[in-house]
């Protein structure tokens, strides 16, 4: 009996060690979320002719995945996405790994986005800000980034070592594949300082002030000197029940150290595929405006309007000024989001007829192209 009672007794022992060690075990598992999109794209642009004579056409966008694991105070986050081969293809838009010391503190190291101006974006459509063309929204590179957060204070201080690079070969310019635009050509970004401080406050009316700085070297393959490239931005937004407003202002100049008889007042830059040139110095302006409408009936969940505007001042004297406005709205579907926009630019590489140096020299002509835009994405 007493023999008896001594194996119950440890397989008992056994029995509840296992448990504590399965249930330890499972607590140091990571969590894994993956997710995705895939979007569809309609569009009809005025200054097209054969896009015009069809009626617009309808294409495939994008396809996209991301991945979020944590584990214990360990963080991975990235995001893959499929273009077509005629805008980029394949490219990582962002992908770091980050450490929470604790809610107030953390650090990011890969790929992490650049903590500039309003974020995640200045804007509320699908064409973003016309400072994502000047690669000054939503733009991600490679270095170290410290983020803290408490109470009603933001601090993000950064340290980039270059833009996302895919060719470690002497005299290489950087590749066209790539989801935000960083200065291309004969000039490499170098080793970059950011930081960013914004102040929010309120309940019923909720605001923030914020204010960014960025200073970095530009390498010339060239003449095998460091330029410089520097950016300053003050932004304000304000959220007040289903309405909210942002406006943010810019100033940016790219002083690189080009061989002789290179123009200096324009700078290479490329993103998806295709390069083209923009002004080396400049002031940008940004207000956006959105009111949110709630439906909850049937499919349709909610819609968002808005309206934003931006534009380019150029500081060379005969260069001509670039400007976007967007007017649309936001269809939320469970899953589905659809952004409905009706773009207007002038001297936009992206909205009219002229690419190279439209957010160069431009253009004299005061003409707007307008391009009607109809986004479709499936998230999971």
Same mark, same amino acid.
């Given at each position: 009996m007493k023999q008896k009672g001594k194996l119950v007794w440890l397989l008992f022992i056994h029995i509840s060690i296992t448990n504590i060690t399965l249930q330890v075990f499972a607590q140091e598992k990571p969590t894994v979320k993956l997710g995705g999109a895939l979007r569809f794209q309609y569009n009809y642009s005025n200054w097209k002719e054969d896009n015009k004579n069809k009626g617009?056409?309808?294409?495939?966008?994008?396809?996209?995945?991301?991945?979020?694991?944590?584990?214990?105070?360990?963080?991975?986050n990235a995001?893959?996405?499929?273009?077509?081969?005629?805008?980029?293809? /394949?490219?990582?838009?962002?992908?770091?790994?980050?450490?929470?010391?604790?809610?107030?503190?953390q650090f990011q190291v890969g790929l992490t986005k650049v903590p500039f101006g309003i974020l995640p974006y200045t804007s509320n459509n699908f064409f973003f800000n016309i400072?994502?063309?000047? /690669?000054?929204?939503?733009?991600?590179?490679?270095?170290?980034?410290?983020?803290?957060?408490?109470?009603?204070?933001?601090?993000?201080?950064?340290f980039f070592k270059n833009s996302d690079l895919l060719d470690y070969?002497?005299?290489?310019?950087?590749?066209?594949?790539?989801?935000?635009?960083?200065?291309?050509?004969?000039?490499?970004?170098?080793?970059?300082?950011?930081?960013?401080?914004?102040?929010?406050?309120?309940t019923i009316w909720k605001q923030q002030l914020g204010v960014s700085g960025m200073t970095g070297g530009l390498y010339n393959l060239d003449t095998k000197r460091m330029g410089e490239h520097k950016a300053f931005a003050s932004h304000y937004t304000i959220d007040y029940k289903h309405w909210n407003f942002k406006a943010q202002y810019t100033y940016y100049k790219i002083s690189p150290q080009n061989k002789d008889g290179d123009n200096n007042t324009i700078v290479s830059v490329t993103a998806y595929g295709a390069p083209y040139n923009i002004a080396s110095e400049a002031d940008?302006?940004?207000?956006?405006?959105?009111?949110?409408?709630?439906?909850?009936?049937?499919?349709?969940?909610?819609?968002?309007?808005?309206?934003?505007?931006?534009?380019?001042?150029?500081?060379?004297a005969d260069f001509n000024d670039s400007f976007q406005n967007i007017t649309g709205c936001m269809?939320?579907? /469970?899953?589905?989001?659809?952004?409905?926009?009706y773009a207007l630019g002038r001297n936009h590489a992206w909205l009219g007829n002229e690419w190279s140096d439209a957010f160069a020299q431009g253009v004299t002509s005061k003409k707007w192209h307008t391009r009607f835009n109809v986004n479709i994405g499936y998230y999971f």
């Open positions: 617009g056409d309808f294409a495939y966008d994008v396809f996209r995945l991301n991945a979020n694991v944590v584990y214990k105070k360990l963080q991975l995001e893959y996405r499929f273009y077509p081969t005629s805008s980029g293809g /394949g490219m990582l838009k962002s992908g770091w790994v980050g450490y929470h010391f604790n809610e107030s503190h400072n994502y063309y000047l /690669g000054l929204e939503d733009d991600s590179d490679m270095g170290l980034k410290y983020v803290y957060q408490k109470g009603k204070w933001n601090i993000s201080l950064a070969s002497e005299n290489k310019e950087i590749s066209d594949s790539r989801y935000a635009y960083d200065i291309a050509g004969r000039n490499k970004e170098a080793n970059q300082f950011n930081a960013r401080i914004t102040y929010n406050w309120g940008t302006y940004s207000a956006s405006l959105s009111y949110t409408l709630p439906i909850h009936k049937g499919i349709l969940d909610e819609i968002q309007f808005y309206n934003d505007f931006s534009m380019i001042d150029k500081r060379e269809l939320s579907m /469970g899953p589905i989001y659809t952004y409905i926009d």
